[in-house]
């Protein structure tokens, strides 16, 4: 992601601009203004202040007193809208200070996007290797060095995080803050929030605290040992059998991975479909090829009871109401995110909260309460590092611009099953439901020329275009390289530009995206 710094180093806060006094920022009403004499995000002028609250934890603490800092904007987590706007709003002249419990960079470089893809890359040279034969090489033995894999995968996210804490030891503001953050209530117009030992009274709080691994309702699950999207890098021995609970994207992602490397698997989801809410064409020409790959799927089966077994996991299920278990080494559970709102003081100052948790945002991602915001996972729709850091962009507008970029917007997504599957906008099923005419282009990757070369011949790409207008409403790239491909359709969405344009363009020779053309050429 592009990152954002505070420009300038040394003694920052002697070159900030003191904001005028009962100035309103731009399009929202809010006082960002402090006086001159206050040292906003630093230890306050009146020194350590006791306030009643916080004597009671004084007192327990033995004396220790409380910290209390004051700023403009106290941003909740250092994910992946948090610090770009950390870094945008200090650099704008405002006061910031970001809090973060744990590392910075969040799900995506910790646990989730970096180190995934990294170990996805490995488990391709594997399997690539092995294949060796279909490009005339002989490559006689092909060994997994499973801790090596995990190593090189942890190796890429340690630069990640070490750049990101880079861009906060250059400057003083942003201001990082290590610990929980916390509201605890409102006064004089500031937000009062607890980070670790101190008070941070800030007039706008944007929260940005992302999401966990959910637990489902399965018995037995609070007792035994089990691999999820925080901890699986922790984990450096190959499983024998893995058992996932849940089919959605980080299982087929995973799922994958585990079985190049050599283990077997078993997804088990209630649903009929895996990623069921994609195209049914297109997820089964998907679940084929991981199939052959041999991953075993047991859809349209819940899982009821786990239990830990002599040599691993027990995972009971039922299908159309007949019961049977599955003997795995690893259980691996992914069955859906919860959001890290539910520890977060939010009913202090009266944030409303969706029943799955999730804070109710309008498409300026303001909530309920003025002054705060929500930005990321946490404020419902897709769940990705792109729209994550897109909503950066639009709180930048809400904030500090003329407020116009909001959530309508075009989301692609990927997908990182080898062949990926590229994704935007509506599929088939979407726009035929909201009663649109569609028509439906389809290309097979084998007869792309490029892929035959490339010997990637599998997958194929659909697209749906409003037969009234013309007008491209989604695509499913599912090929080597998709989630590249299906940029083309991005663009022209963007652009709300009719298919023709890239019907009519001209596409390198070889290349996959010549196949992306040909699918809107096949209506003709
Ligand atoms: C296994 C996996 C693979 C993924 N792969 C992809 C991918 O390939 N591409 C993609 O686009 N997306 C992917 N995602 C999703 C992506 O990681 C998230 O959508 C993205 O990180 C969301 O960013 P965020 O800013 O909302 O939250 P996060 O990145 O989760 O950041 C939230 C931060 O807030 C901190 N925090 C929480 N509560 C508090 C508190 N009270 N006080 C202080 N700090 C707090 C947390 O420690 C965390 O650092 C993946 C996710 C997983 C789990």
């Known amino acids: 992601m592009p990152e954002g710094r505070p420009s300038g180093s040394g003694d920052w806060w002697g070159s900030i601009p003191s904001l005028p006094t009962n100035k309103t920022s731009q399009g929202r009403g809010f006082r960002v203004s402090r006086s001159p004499a206050t040292r906003p995000c630093s230890p306050s002028d009146v020194g350590m202040i006791q306030r009643p609250e916080m004597s009671r934890s004084a007192g327990r603490r033995a004396g220790k007193k409380t910290e209390t800092q004051t700023c403009d904007f106290l941003i909740v987590g250092g994910g992946q809208a948090g610090i770009p706007l950390a870094q945008h709003l200090a650099k704008a002249g405002h006061r910031v200070a970001l809090a973060e419990r744990r590392h910075l960079g969040g799900s995506c470089v910790n646990f989730g996007c970096t180190p995934t893809k990294a170990v996805i890359a490995s488990a391709r040279a594997a399997f690539q290797a092995r294949r060796g034969a279909v490009f005339g090489l002989r490559i006689p033995t092909v060994e997994v060095d499973f801790p090596a894999v995990l190593d090189r995968a942890r190796s890429i996210l340690m630069q990640s995080r070490a750049s990101l804490r880079r861009g906060f030891e250059q400057s003083d503001n942003p201001r990082l803050l290590r610990g929980h953050a916390r509201f605890t209530g409102r006064r004089d117009g500031d937000f009062h929030v607890k980070v670790g030992d101190q008070t941070i009274l800030a007039r706008q709080v944007v929260l940005d605290t992302g999401t966990r691994t959910g637990r489902p309702d399965v018995e037995g699950l609070d007792k035994v040992p ?24 980080i299982a087929l992602e995973m799922g994958q991975f585990y079985c190049r490397m050599g283990s077997r698997v078993t997804i088990v989801d209630p649903a009929g479909s895996a990623l069921d809410q994609e195209d ?41 109401g007949h019961a049977d278990a599955i003997r795995g080494t690893h259980l691996f559970v992914a069955a859906g995110r919860q959001p890290n709102t ?24 303001a909530t309920s309460v003025p002054g705060i915001w929500a930005a990321g996972d946490i404020r419902g729709g897709p769940m990705f590092t792109h729209t994550a850091w897109d909503d950066f962009r639009v709180l930048q507008s809400q904030l500090t611009g003329d407020g116009s970029r909001t959530t ?114 096949s209506f003709e």
């Open 226 to 249: 089990y691999l999820e999207a925080g901890n699986w890098l922790d984990h450096p021995e190959l499983p024998d059998h893995v058992v996932f609970i849940g089919g959605g994207y």
């Open 280 to 320: 049914p064409d297109v997820v089964l020409l998907l679940q084929r090829l991981l199939e052959a790959e041999g991953l075993q799927f047991r859809l349209g089966s819940r899982a009821t009871r786990v239990e830990a077994g002599r040599r691993g996991v027990t995972v009971h299920v039922e299908t159309d």
């Open 342 to 365: 539910d520890d977060l003081g939010l009913k202090t100052v009266g944030v409303k909260l969706r029943k799955d948790g999730i804070v109710e945002t309008d498409e300026r991602l």
């Open 408 to 521: 309508r917007r075009v989301v692609p997504y990927a997908i990182y099953t080898d062949p990926e599957l590229g994704r935007v906008g509506m599929t088939e099923g979407e726009a035929r439901a909201a009663g649109v005419r569609v028509k439906i282009g389809r290309f097979e990757m084998r007869d792309n020329g490029k892929a035959r070369e490339l010997s990637e011949t599998q997958g194929s790409v659909k697209v749906v275009v409003d037969a009234t207008t013309d007008l491209v409403l989604g695509a499913a790239v599912l090929s080597a390289e998709g989630s590249e491909l299906v940029h083309i359709f991005v663009a022209l969405m963007n652009a709300k530009a009719p298919y023709s344009v890239l019907r009519d363009s001209i596409q390198i020779h070889p290349t996959l995206s010549e196949g992306v053309q040909s699918a809107v050429a």
